[in-house]
């Protein structure tokens, strides 16, 4: 059996991914049954590429690491493709999801994600830098990351409209 060198670590077994993953919110759920209560770990995690890439995902389980693992698959799974204009998006638009409303702005160039924690944690992941956002509403996260996804994905730039209507850019 041969020894490890001094500070060398195994390597992981995992292909690494570029991807930036933001850990949301971890809740501690019950389950009421006939024997008492059995306590579960949800977790809502969010995922992107930085470059326009964004994806959602909840998971449960008896474990924070194995609901965060699956969390995290899931959010992978449902990435999706944001219009997104070099720093900013092409235009306001307003996200609902539930009670949760979420507003959105381009920013101007240098104003920073002036956005709360659960909507912050989506537009960088998303790689959006400049943007001005408010939530109105709920105060539930999933409920509030759900409407910032719903807005993000109602966003479109100035090509794909003119593509869907047969026209040059300049005419629109």
């Known amino acids: ?38 306590m579960r770990f949800s ?25 965060i693992e699956k969390a995290t698959q899931e959010a992978k799974k449902r990435m999706v493709k944001i219009s997104v204009l070099e720093r900013t998006i092409p235009h306001g638009t307003t996200g609902v999801f539930g009670r949760g409303k979420v507003i959105l702005l381009p920013g101007a160039l240098g104003s920073g994600v002036i956005a709360g924690g659960p909507v912050r944690s989506v537009l960088e992941a998303c790689g959006i830098k400049d943007i001005v956002t408010k939530s109105i509403g709920t105060n539930n996260k999933i409920n509030v990351v759900k409407a910032t ?6 966003l479109r730039t100035r090509e794909e409209i003119a593509a869907a209507r047969g026209k040059a850019p300049e005419e629109i």
């Open 43 to 67: 977790a809502l995690v969010v995922v992107g590429d930085g470059a326009g890439s964004v994806g959602v995902g909840t998971g449960k389980s008896a474990e924070v690491p194995d609901a």
């Open 149 to 154: 996804m719903e807005g993000l994905m109602s």
């Open 1 to 38: 059996m041969a020894l490890r060198e001094r500070g060398a670590r195994p390597q992981s077994r995992e292909p690494q991914d570029d991807l930036i993953k933001k850990l949301v919110e971890v809740r501690r759920v019950a389950k009421v049954v006939k024997g008492g209560r059995t």
